[in-house]
Every structure is written in structure tokens, then in C-alpha cells.
């Protein structure tokens, strides 16, 4: 209490303190003396951000500077209970405490600030009512870091680089344990969900709540002294003909700037991700099925999408007991519509669903894979979803998507709309981070917007970083929404030392979260494997119930335990170049023993044993990993 009390004693009138339910967090709002809107948050009576900025500018009014509290309303409790089809819980229950914050600029022109904390964290949003045109034009939320606190960032890519000019993708390393207010690599900032360790605690920073009118944001470049400012996307990341920021006729409200906050333990099992998302629209449940899939490309490139391959991988995926087969770029060209259709037939023969691919793009990359522009307007997506209903397809993998700008992000949100009343799942490449919208739109069932698995098929440099790139996913990218890493490979890649053991690469199927998980490995190379690998990978849940975090450190290693009705399967991968001895702590499996399978003597074998519940050591081999599952 004596943070709060601090504030009311320096700002009696202005200063406004919200707690979380349970009373560890504490947000302190307030006018300062340069008549600036700031804010500040603690926990357990230890500071977590410093005075921070708050306000926007938009072409119509100053809401940052020149400001005055005008109303402040009572606190009210916020609840909400919602299902996840791809998360890491089933059924959420969301509780907060809320608080609005009303404030007039100089010519009289009111913003309101609406503020939540939960147990986990918080999050704040602004309105601006009234009728007439509102432009976007600046944002001033920023996070200030005590400057001894630490990053675990990814930098954003330059608009328009990389192959085809189609970054940014969300698809760069990871910059690990770094000074808060080191520079980013170029003018682009940093991308969301950023990571930070201050004291004791932890922060996750995103946003939440992407209705299609607005841009998405990250951090900017900039983050002189450990404060860290939301950032804009650059003015390429466009459509053709679109525009960048948010423009809206009538009352403007932005997205949810989101803070998940506590112990490694508290950020690593929260949803405040998508617990400020906006509640789903209606789907089909008969087809809202997860699960996991075969998909060629990852191995075979472009040469494997033709039909016999195709027939092949889905007879794959039906000795696996997986749902579906992903047919990659250039199907419409190399097997066609009549071929395609009596794969579709014979998929459904195997209860297994067909999936297709999909280029989003226009004119603003350079990209040629097909099919092409025929989703580019609502008519244009109608035929499209009947055409490929018709062919007996049941989702849609889309590619290529052209940045962060705000009518990318409408393109989006139509497709997700369209998709769903159609029917169809989706997944989304080259692509932005869903910020939620697993939630809001049920039929997104993964999005890759990471450096993936077949990066690592691309260069021996990108394979040798791979372990430590995906011991940092689980904290970063795979915190709040679904990831399409599309992860494991037991055997070769074509031209690449493969730089993991097998039971780093078994694991990665229950560390990541996808709401179809889309595997690597080949029906050759999942011959190699034993019987128990096969089994375990055949009797996989294809949706989680909950999750426990265990132990970890970002980059360097991480064990969760996941749930699935009254099972619990435990992984656990390490990144380094040295054994590491792990100590697990399963109380909550009383003295029950579980299937462990981990690595064998071999960077290729596998090795098969028992682990003890309620509390074991394990010795995880360098860049191995182990999965254990409790009955």
C-alpha cells in the first residue's frame, strides 16, 4: 500500500489506484504536473513499470498533452467464461477488476481510458466518442522499465525485404536476456509478444481485440532508458490501394494493450492473451475439429505436391490417426480440380479432412504460387469457398499477407468472417500475430507468424539455432495463440546436419500449440521410429484442457505439462550443448508413474522407461527432450 499511498499523497486529486482481485497488482493512473496522462504498475509492493505515458493523437485532437481528469467511475468486476478450441486451456473463466478514466484535452474534446487488472495482469484500451471522421495518427503508450530489468525480444523485418518482398512475417531470431533500451536492428521496432524480467517478476507485452478497423501495432524501435513506446506499421504495409492507420466515422475504440504479469509460473499459464478478445462468432461445431495433419511440403518442397504424393501422405496420415492432409502451393496447377476432388473422396474414405493452399496476395509481393488473387474481394472469396467446398475441401492454409497496416488487418478479419459462415477453417502464413483471434473467430486454427521448422530445411545456419530458437517459443510467440511451427523430424532433411535429437523433436508435439498440427515427418521417416513413438504420436489429444508450467528459462530450456480429459502429458526439451538435470515437481499427480520416452544412446534413438509422480529428477541429453504421459 505504500505506492499507492505515495501518489495520493503527491497528487490527491488525480491520482487513481485499481487493484486486481486478489490485491497484488496495483495500477496507479493519474495527470501529472505537465498535464501528460500516465500510469504506473506494481506487484507484491515491488514496481513493475515506472510513470508511463498514456494518450493518442489523432488528426482531429491532441488526447496526449494539455489534459485534465474529468471523471473517474466506480470500480466494477468484469466476467467472462469462454471455450478455446486451439489453446491451452478448454474452458476460461476471466475475471477483473475495471475502472474508467474520463480526461479533456484544452479545447474540450474527451478521451476515456478503460483500465482492467486481473490476477494475471492488466490491460487498457481508449474511446474516443462522439460522431464525425476520427484519423489515427500517433499513440503515446509506452512501458518503463527499471533499467536493471532484462528482454527477450524478436526484431520487427524491414516492410518489403526478404524473399519476394514479403516481410514482415513475424519470422526473425530472437534476441535473448538483453538490456532493456538496447537498440533495435533497424527502424522497424520489435514485434509482439515481447518479454520482460523485472525483479521477480515477468511481463508479456501484446495487444488484444483486432476488429479488422484498426492497425496492429509494436514496439518502437526507440526504447532510450528502458521505456518502451507502441510502435506503427511502416506506410508499405498496405494492401493495394489501402489505407495504413485507423480511420473510423463515429466513436473510436482501440485495441486492447495487454500486460501479463507475475512469476515465470503466472505469465507462462495465462490466457489474458485472449481473455481481452472479443467473443467468438457462431461456427459450426461439427466442423470445428483440431488436430493434426500430414503436409509434404516441409521435406519435399514443391516437387511433392502432385497427386501421388498426396495419395500417399494421406494414407499417412490415416496409419497415424491424424485428421487431415495439407495440400501445399501450385495444387491447382499440378493436380487440378478433378484430381483434387478424388483426392478429397479418398481422404473421407480414411476419415481424414483435405486442407489447401491458398496466396492471399495482390500486387504488393512478388510471390507467384497459386492459386492467386482470388481472394481478394468478397465476391471473388465467395466463389472461391463454394469452389472448394464443392471439391470436398475443409480448410484453407493462406499465404503471403502484406504487413501490419490497416486494411491488411480488415483483409484478415473478412476472411476469418467469410471463412467461418462458410464453413471452412483457416490457417494463416506469412503472416501477422492473431492477437487473440483464435478466440473471436473459432475456424483459425493455427497461424505460423514465426521462424519455423522449415526455416531449418533452408540453411545449416538457421538448423544450427533451431534448439535455442525453439526453447524461446513457448514464452514468446506460443504464449497466447496457436503457432504453426509445423514441428518434428525423426530422420533426414535433404543437405542439413540435423542439430537435435530425437526426443527434442518428440517433444516439440506437446510443447507447441497448434489447433492443427501440422508434422514434418515423412511416412519414410516415421518408418524408422519404434512402435511406442508411433503409438504415443497416434494417441495424442488433438486439443489440450489445461496447462502447467514446471520449469524453464527462456532460450534455454522449458517443461510444461499439458491435459487432456483426466490424462496428463508432461515434455520437456533442452537447448544447450551440456546435459541438464531437471527437477519436476508433480505433486498434483499424487503417486502415479506415466510412460516416459526420451532420448537413447543416439542422436536418432529413442529410449523408453517410467516416471515417478509426485517428484522426480530427469537428465535431458544436449538439445534432447523427453515426453511422459500419465493415464
Partial sequence: MRFITLLLLVAPAL??????????LQVAVSVNDRQQLVYAVQRAGQPVLLSSRLGLMLEQGDYANGLKLASTSPVKVHRERYTLAAGKRTQIDYVANEQSFAV?????????????????????????????????KDELTSFAFAPQARAWLQPMSVAKTGWKRTNPSYEEHYLADIPVGTAAPSHAGWVFPALFRTGTNWVALTESAMDGSFHASRLAADSTGGTYRIGLPEASEVNTNGHLLATVDGPLTTPWRVLAIGPLKTVMESTIGTDLATPAVAFDKAKLQPGHASWSWAILKDEGTVYDVQKRFIDHAADMGWNYTLV??????????????????YAKAKNVGLLAWYNSSGAWNDTEYSPKDALLTKEARAREFARVKAIGIKGLKVDFFGGDGASVQAYYVDLLKEAAAAGLLLNFHGATLPRGWSRTYPNLMTVEAV??????????????????????LPFTRNLFDPMDFTPMVFHDIPN????TRNGFELAESVLFLSGIQHYAETPEGMATVPAYVKAFLRELPRHWDDVRFIDGEPGKFVVLARRAGKQWFVAGLNADDTPREIKL????????????????????????????????????APRGGFVARFR
Fill in 451 to 472: 521462424k519455423g521448422f522449415e526455416f531449418a530445411t533452408f540453411t545449416q545456419d538457421d538448423q544450427d539455432k533451431v534448439a535455442r530458437h525453439a526453447a524461446m
Fill in 328 to 345: 501445399d502451393a501450385d495444387w491447382d496447377r499440378k493436380i487440378g480440380d478433378a484430381k483434387m476432388k478424388e483426392l478429397a473422396s
Fill in 104 to 136: 479533456a484535452n484544452a479545447t474540450g474534446q474527451h478521451m476515456v481510458l478503460t483500465v482492467r487488472a486481473s490476477n494475471d495482469g492488466v490491460a487498457l484500451r481508449y474511446s474516443v466518442p462522439g460522431t464525425g471522421r476520427k484519423s489515427f
Fill in 585 to 620: 515437481d508433480l505433486a498434483w499427480l499424487g503417486a502415479r508413474q506415466g510412460q516416459l520416452i526420451t532420448d537413447g544412446a543416439g542422436e536418432r534413438e529413442f529410449s523408453e522407461g517410467r516416471l515417478a509422480a509426485p517428484a522426480t529428477t530427469i537428465t535431458l
Fill in 15 to 24: 491520482a487513481q489506484a485499481l487493484s486486481s482481485p486478489d490485491g497484488q
Fill in 496 to 499: 542439413i546436419r540435423r542439430a
